[in-house]
C-alpha cells in the first residue's frame, strides 16, 4: 500500500494506504454495480426475521481443493502448522488480522497501539497482525531509529507466535542501491529511479550474476533473510509478501512489466528458500489487480494470492467482485485467497451468503494518523469479531496443541445478517476555525455506493482575469482540511489550455488528506502530463503560457463530507487565489455528485467552529537545527518528525508547554527531507524541513 500522511495506503496514498487508494478509486465500476444488484436481489428474495435462529447463515464452502502443505520444500513444522492452519480454515472461517504502523517499544503484542486499539474497539485481538521492513533496508537502514524498528517488529512477532497468533511482514523494498532512501518512482519530492533490469543479461530476464544491480539485490535479500532465520531459530513461522501490488507503477519493481517482475519474484524466493535456507514462511503474491495473470511468477512459488481492497464501504461489493475475478483468473491453481489491505473488512455474512470467504482480512494501521480501524462502523465491528465464522486471538489453540490435519474444519453458522446492522456514517458539518477572519473555498460532495464524486471546481480564469502566469511555475502549495472523520480524499490540480493549446488539459500528481486530517499540499507541477506525457522544457512552458482556465480537481467513492481549501500559491510567491473575495461566484465543471461549491468565511458563514485548522496566530518554524513554536496559550502539545513517506521518525516533544516562545531541538536525527507537525495548545501545524 502507499503508504500516506494518510496516507500513503497505498493515494498509500497511498494513494494506505495500502495497498495506493486512487488506483482503486478509478477503476471502473460497471461490474461493481452489476454484483451489487444480484446481491440486492438475493437479498430480497429471503425471507430474515429478526430472530437469529432465522437469519443464520450456514457457511457452505465453493473454493477448490487446496493443498494441505506449503509450496515450500523442507518448511519447518511451524511453517507446516501455520499453512495447514489457513488450508483447514480456508472457505469456511475467516482470520481477524491488524496492520502495525507505529510499534513504538512493545514486547507485549497486545500493547501495541493497533492491536490495542481493535480490541479497545471490538473486545478481541486479532490472530494475524501486520509488520513491515520498511527500515530493514536501504540508505539509512543502519540508523539507529530503524533499527529499533526493525527489532521490535521482530520482537513483537515473537510474542505473536508464542500467543498462537500469525505475524505476517510486508517489505516497503527501498532502492537496492541506496542512492535514495525511497521506494516510490514518482508523486513524492524523492523518488529512485532504480532499475532492476539493468540486472539482467541483455536482452533477457536471467541474472547478470557478477552486475553490481544483482549484487545490490541479493545483498537486501540476505538482509531480510536474515531476520528470518532469526526467527526461524526461535521456531516461529510467518506470512511474507514480498513485492506486493505487483503491477502497481509506483513501487520500483512494479515498473519493467511482467515478465521483469517475474524474474525478480524468483530471485527472492529462490535466493530467500535455496542459498540462504529460510524454510519458515507461507508465501503471498499479491497482484495488484485480480486480472495480473502476466504477473504470475508461478504456482511453485507461493502458497496464498491476496488482494488489497480499499473502500469499500458497504463492506461487500468489491470483495466479492474482487474474490470472483480472482477465481476466475487463478482458481485453476487451487491456491487460498486473502485480503491482505483492507479500510473496511468484509463482512462475514456477506462473504458466507455469496461463498466468498476469504482467508484473511487486515485493516491497515490506525496509528501514523492512518485511522483505517475507524473505517468500519462499531456495529459491524462487534458483529463480525463476534462471530463463531470469524477467527479471533483467544479462539487459537497454541501452535504447541495444533495438530496437522487432512480435511477442512466443520461448517460455522454466521449469527448475523449485515442489514439488520447500524452501519450508518455520520459524517459532522465542521467548518475551519477562522472562518471569521480568513475565507475558504467550501467544496462539498455525497455520493452513491460504488461510485466517484468527481469534480472540477474553476479557481482561476483568463475570462475572469484572475489568471497568473505559469509559464515557469515549479511548486504549488495549498491548504487542505478534509471534514470526513472516516474518509481520506485525493485531488489535484488541472490546468485548461486555450485554443493555441488545442484546448488541451493536463495534470500534475495529486495529494492525499487523511480523513479529518487538515494539511498543507505541495504539488510538484514538473510532473505535468498531457495526453500521457510529461510536458518539459518549451512544451511546458508554451503550454503553461497559454492557459484558459485552472481547476481543483477532486476524486472520492462512496464520499460524503466537505473539503476546505485556501491560499494556492505557486512558487511562494504567486497567488492564485486566496479564496477571501466573497462575492467571487465558484463555478465547477464534470461536477458529477458536487452539491456545492462556494467561498465561505471573511464573517460571511455563522456557523460554529468545531475545528481549529491552521491557526495564524500560534506558529511553527524552524530555525537552524531548532523548532521554533509560538503558542498564543499553554496546553498539551505533541511535536512529531515524519519521513516523506508519513511514519513518524520521532517525538520530539510530548507534554504541557506555557504559552509563549519554545525551542525544542531535533537530535539525532539523520539527514534528509521530513515534515514537522506540531499539534495542541491551539496549534495545527505542517511545515517541510531539510536536516543537512
Given at each position: 500500500m502507499f503508504l500516506m500522511t494518510k496516507s500513503l495506503n497505498r493515494f498509500q496514498i497511498l494513494f494506505q494506504s495500502g495497498s495506493f487508494l486512487i488506483t482503486n478509486l478509478l477503476q471502473p465500476f460497471p461490474l461493481y454495480f452489476s454484483i451489487y444488484t444480484k446481491y440486492l436481489t438475493e437479498c430480497s428474495n429471503m425471507k430474515f426475521t429478526h430472530t437469529l435462529a432465522a437469519i443464520a447463515i450456514a457457511a457452505a464452502t465453493t473454493q477448490a481443493a487446496v493443498s494441505y502443505t506449503p509450496v515450500t520444500e523442507g518448511a519447518t513444522g511451524g511453517a507446516q502448522k501455520l499453512y495447514n492452519f489457513l488450508a483447514t480454515n480456508y472457505g469456511v472461517k475467516t482470520i481477524s488480522g491488524m496492520m502495525t504502523g507505529d510499534v513504538g517499544s512493545a514486547t507485549d503484542i497486545k500493547s501495541q497501539v493497533d492491536v490495542d486499539t481493535m480490541y479497545q474497539k471490538t473486545g478481541k485481538y486479532p490472530v494475524l497482525v501486520g509488520f513491515d521492513f520498511l527500515f530493514a533496508t536501504g540508505l539509512n537502514s543502519s540508523s539507529s531509529w530503524y533499527q529499533s524498528y526493525t527489532n521490535t517488529a521482530l520482537t513483537l512477532a515473537k510474542d505473536l507466535w508464542n500467543k498462537g497468533g500469525i505475524p505476517a511482514f510486508t517489505w516497503h523494498w527501498k532502492d537496492p542501491s541506496d542512492s535514495v532512501d525511497q521506494f516510490y518512482v514518482n508523486g513524492h519530492d524523492t523518488v529512485t529511479t532504480f532499475d532492476f533490469t539493468k540486472g539482467f543479461n541483455s536482452g533477457t530476464t536471467t541474472w547478470n550474476t557478477s552486475s553490481t544491480v544483482y549484487q545490490e539485490l541479493v545483498s537486501d535479500i540476505d538482509e531480510i533473510a536474515a531476520y528470518f532465520l532469526q526467527l526461524q531459530k526461535d521456531s516461529v513461522a510467518a506470512v511474507f509478501r514480498p513485492l506486493h501490488e505487483a503491477s502497481g507503477a509506483w513501487f520500483w519493481w512494479g515498473t519493467q512489466g511482467g515478465?521483469?517482475?517475474?524474474?525478480?519474484?524468483?530471485?527472492?524466493?529462490?535466493?530467500?528458500?535455496?542459498?540462504?535456507?529460510?524454510?519458515?514462511?507461507?508465501?503471498?503474491?499479491?497482484?495488484?489487480?485480480?486480472?495480473?495473470?502476466?504477473?504470475?511468477?508461478?504456482?511453485?512459488?507461493?502458497?496464498?494470492?491476496?488482494?488489497?481492497?480499499?473502500?469499500?464501504?458497504?463492506?461487500?461489493?468489491?470483495?466479492?467482485?474482487?474474490?470472483?475475478?480472482?477465481?476466475?483468473?487463478?482458481?485453476?491453481?487451487?491456491?487460498?485467497?486473502?485480503?491482505?489491505?483492507?479500510?473496511?473488512?468484509?463482512?462475514?455474512?456477506?462473504?458466507?451468503?455469496?461463498?466468498?470467504?476469504?482467508?484473511?482480512?487486515?485493516?491497515?494501521?490506525?496509528?501514523?494518523?492512518?485511522?483505517?480501524?475507524?473505517?468500519?462502523?462499531?456495529?459491524?465491528?462487534?458483529?463480525?469479531?463476534?462471530?463463531?465464522?470469524?477467527?479471533?486471538?483467544?479462539?487459537?489453540?497454541?501452535?504447541?496443541?495444533?495438530?496437522?490435519?487432512?480435511?477442512?474444519?466443520?461448517?460455522?453458522?454466521?449469527?448475523?445478517?449485515?442489514?439488520?446492522?447500524?452501519?450508518?456514517?455520520?459524517?459532522?458539518?465542521?467548518?475551519?476555525?477562522?472562518?471569521?477572519?480568513?475565507?475558504?473555498?467550501?467544496?462539498?460532495?455525497?455520493?452513491?455506493?460504488?461510485?466517484?464524486?468527481?469534480?472540477?471546481?474553476?479557481?482561476?480564469?483568463?475570462?475572469?482575469?484572475?489568471l497568473a502566469d505559469l509559464s515557469s511555475a515549479t511548486t504549488l502549495t495549498m491548504t487542505v482540511y478534509n471534514t470526513n472523520e472516516l474518509s481520506g480524499i485525493w485531488f489535484t490540480v488541472a490546468f485548461l489550455g486555450n485554443a493555441s493549446t488545442g484546448w488541451g488539459w493536463a495534470q500534475p500528481d495529486g495529494c492525499w488528506v487523511n480523513a479529518g486530517d487538515s494539511t498543507t499540499c505541495t504539488i510538484d507541477l514538473t510532473t505535468t502530463t498531457k495526453d500521457k506525457v510529461v510536458l518539459t522544457g518549451t512544451d511546458y512552458t508554451t503550454f503553461m503560457s497559454n492557459l484558459s482556465k485552472v481547476y481543483i480537481e477532486i476524486f472520492g467513492e462512496n464520499y460524503t463530507g466537505t473539503i476546505f481549501y485556501d491560499n494556492v500559491v505557486v512558487d511562494g510567491s504567486t497567488t492564485i487565489n486566496a479564496f477571501d473575495d466573497t462575492t467571487e461566484t465558484i463555478e465547477a465543471e464534470s461536477d458529477k455528485n458536487l452539491v456545492v461549491a462556494e467561498i465561505i468565511g471573511k464573517g460571511k458563514t455563522t456557523a460554529i467552529a468545531t475545528h481549529t485548522a491552521m491557526v495564524s496566530a500560534s506558529k511553527l518554524s524552524v530555525q537552524g537545527s531548532s523548532i521554533q513554536l509560538t503558542l498564543t496559550k499553554s496546553g498539551t502539545i505533541s511535536v512529531d518528525l515524519f519521513d516523506l513517506q508519513g511514519h513518524r521518525v520521532a517525538n520530539l516533544h510530548n507534554g504541557s508547554l506555557s504559552a509563549g516562545v519554545h525551542a525544542i531541538a531535533m537530535q539525532n536525527v539523520n539527514k534528509g527531507v521530513y515534515v514537522i507537525r506540531a499539534k495542541g495548545a491551539g496549534l495545527n501545524a505542517l511545515q517541510k524541513v531539510i536536516v543537512k
Open positions: 515478465a521483469a517482475y517475474q524474474a525478480l519474484y524468483n530471485l527472492v524466493y529462490d535466493r530467500m528458500v535455496n542459498v540462504d535456507g529460510v524454510k519458515n514462511l507461507v508465501w503471498v503474491w499479491n497482484p495488484e489487480y485480480a486480472t495480473d495473470t502476466d504477473w504470475n511468477p508461478g504456482s511453485t512459488k507461493y502458497d496464498v494470492i491476496s488482494l488489497d481492497i480499499y473502500e469499500a464501504y458497504n463492506y461487500t461489493n468489491k470483495f466479492v467482485t474482487g474474490y470472483n475475478t480472482l477465481t476466475t483468473n487463478f482458481g485453476a491453481e487451487n491456491k487460498i485467497f486473502a485480503v491482505s489491505e483492507n479500510g473496511p473488512i468484509p463482512d462475514i455474512s456477506t462473504m458466507t451468503l455469496n461463498k466468498t470467504v476469504w482467508s484473511w482480512w487486515m485493516p491497515w494501521y490506525q496509528s501514523w494518523s492512518g485511522k483505517f480501524l475507524d473505517q468500519t462502523m462499531d456495529a459491524v465491528w462487534k458483529a463480525n469479531m463476534s462471530d463463531p465464522c470469524t477467527i479471533t486471538l483467544d479462539e487459537m489453540p497454541g501452535w504447541n496443541n495444533y495438530t496437522i490435519s487432512t480435511s477442512q474444519v466443520e461448517a460455522c453458522t454466521v449469527a448475523y445478517a449485515l442489514g439488520d446492522l447500524d452501519t450508518a456514517r455520520t459524517v459532522a458539518d465542521v467548518y475551519p476555525g477562522d472562518t471569521a477572519t480568513n475565507g475558504w473555498l467550501r467544496v462539498k460532495f455525497s455520493t452513491p455506493e460504488d461510485d466517484t464524486a468527481k469534480g472540477n471546481v474553476i479557481i482561476a480564469s483568463s475570462s475572469v482575469g484572475n
